[in-house]
């Protein structure tokens, strides 16, 4: 079951969620079809909670949101963007665990 606090990510609510925050912005792009992002989906949704507030954990869905995930240069998934003051700031590709995402998270608050 997905966290409430996590942001489904498209072009529509793109400004609003990642670009006009004041708050940093983790963005996974992921797919149904794969497997490692099924397997940190867990982690995604336990840091959405414990950052509630504090950062904007969000997913997009490269097969539904293509020319989004194009735009950020994602050539594999999992792809975690981290963004602060609406700029890429960080970059994470493949599947991490919740200790590492954590080192990576805290740099930003």
Do not use: H
């Not at 004041?22 to 995604?44: N, S, T």
């Amino acid at each position: 079951m997905a966290s409430e606090n996590v942001a489904i990510i498209n072009k529509e609510n793109f400004d609003a969620l990642v670009q006009n925050q004041d708050k940093p912005v983790l963005i996974d792009f992921w797919a149904e079809w794969c497997g490692p992002c099924k397997a940190i989906a867990p982690i995604i949704d336990e840091l959405a909670d414990e950052y509630a507030g504090r950062f904007i954990i969000g997913k997009c869905d490269v097969d539904e949101n293509m020319p989004l995930a194009q735009s950020f240069n994602v050539m594999s998934i999992p792809t975690m963007v981290v963004l602060k003051d609406g700029k890429e700031a960080e970059r994470v590709v493949g599947a991490r665990g919740k200790a590492d995402l954590k080192l990576i998270l805290d740099k930003y608050l």
